[in-house]
């Protein structure tokens, strides 16, 4: 891999993350010639740059080393760990960053009798988050099928696919719309600074430092 002096933040391309993340490093005093299209942005003033790329992506783009510093949904953060297998190096969640607050969770068809998470006893659950899905199930003890979807989770069981869902919740209208009731949260989530386990060791980490003592500001601010 190339030898880089300046630090790289991975974020989402376009999404609910992009507006406040953008927002919260400009907070922390960076700035970035505006070339968005490019996925590229590079950081005026502060030896910082931008790529812009796909959430599910940040995570093994911060443990290839491509990155050093991701803005990510807990969700996906923790999905990674979970699944990305024994070669792949631990990250860390730095910091939570207060804003793309949901939680993953249960839901299930307005209709089912639902009294606990042993009712989901041989159902085939539909979700993007199988690692977290799998885990929580396990920790119950309830033998579900899980059928991994990429997105649109809510629309399975009306096609008959799956009996319920584990996904993302935040105003809840999604599943207000598809007749679907929440059950179980199995995580509280939102934005958050990730990282690999260790620092790096040159002029990175010393720029990685400066950012958190403003970012730790910026935050008490807004609190
Ligand atoms: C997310 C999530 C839920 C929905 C929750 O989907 O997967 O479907 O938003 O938000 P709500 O509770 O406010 O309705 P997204 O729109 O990102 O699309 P995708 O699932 O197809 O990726
Ligand atoms: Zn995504
Ligand atoms: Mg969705």
């Given at each position: 891999?190339?030898?880089?002096?300046?630090?790289?933040?991975?974020?989402?391309?376009?999404?609910?993350?992009?507006?406040?993340?953008?927002?919260?490093?400009?907070?922390?005093?960076?700035?970035?010639?505006?070339?968005?299209?490019?996925?590229?942005?590079?950081?005026?003033?502060?030896?910082?740059?931008?790529?812009?790329?796909?959430?599910?992506?940040?995570?093994?783009?911060?443990?290839?080393?491509?990155?050093?510093?991701?803005?990510?949904?807990?969700?996906?953060?923790?999905?990674?760990?979970?699944?990305?297998?024994?070669?792949?190096?631990?990250?860390?969640?730095?910091?939570?960053?207060?804003?793309?607050?949901?939680?993953?969770s249960?839901a299930?068809?307005?209709?089912?009798?639902?009294?606990?998470?042993?009712?989901?006893?041989?159902?085939?659950?539909?979700?993007?988050?199988?690692?977290?899905?799998?885990?929580?199930?396990?920790?119950?003890?309830?033998?579900?099928?899980?059928?991994?979807?990429?997105?649109?989770?809510?629309?399975?069981?009306?096609?008959?696919?799956?009996?319920?869902?584990?996904?993302?919740?935040?105003?809840?209208?999604?599943?207000?719309?598809?007749?679907?009731?929440e059950t179980?949260?199995?995580?509280?989530?939102?934005?958050?600074?990730?990282?690999?386990?260790?620092?790096?060791?040159?002029?990175?980490?010393?720029?990685?430092?400066?950012?958190?003592?403003?970012?730790?500001?910026?935050?008490?601010?807004?609190?």
């Open positions: 891999m190339k030898e880089r002096d300046r630090l790289r933040i991975a974020m989402q391309k376009s999404g609910r993350l992009t507006e406040p993340a953008l927002d919260l490093l400009q907070r922390c005093g960076l700035s970035f010639r505006q070339s968005r299209d490019k996925l590229f942005c590079f950081g005026e003033g502060e030896p910082v740059d931008l790529l812009l790329v796909r959430d599910d992506d940040i995570p093994s783009l911060i443990a290839q080393g491509v990155c050093d510093l991701g803005i990510v949904g807990r969700n996906v953060l923790n999905e990674f760990q979970l699944t990305a297998g024994e070669e792949s190096p631990p990250l860390a969640e730095l910091r939570p960053l207060g804003f793309g607050r949901c939680r993953l249960i299930v068809p307005q209709e089912f009798e639902y009294q606990g998470p042993q009712h989901l006893e041989g159902t085939r659950i539909a979700t993007s988050y199988p690692g977290l899905l799998a885990a929580w199930l396990r920790e119950k003890g309830v033998n579900a099928g899980v059928m991994t979807l990429a997105g649109s989770v809510e629309i399975a069981p009306r096609l008959g696919t799956a009996d319920a869902i584990c996904d993302l919740v935040q105003s809840g209208g999604t599943l207000v719309a598809n007749q679907l009731r179980d949260v199995l995580l509280e989530s939102e934005a958050v600074l990730a990282a690999a386990g260790a620092p790096p060791a040159d002029e990175r980490g010393d720029m990685l430092e400066l950012l958190l003592k403003r970012l730790d500001g910026v935050i008490q601010v807004r609190e």
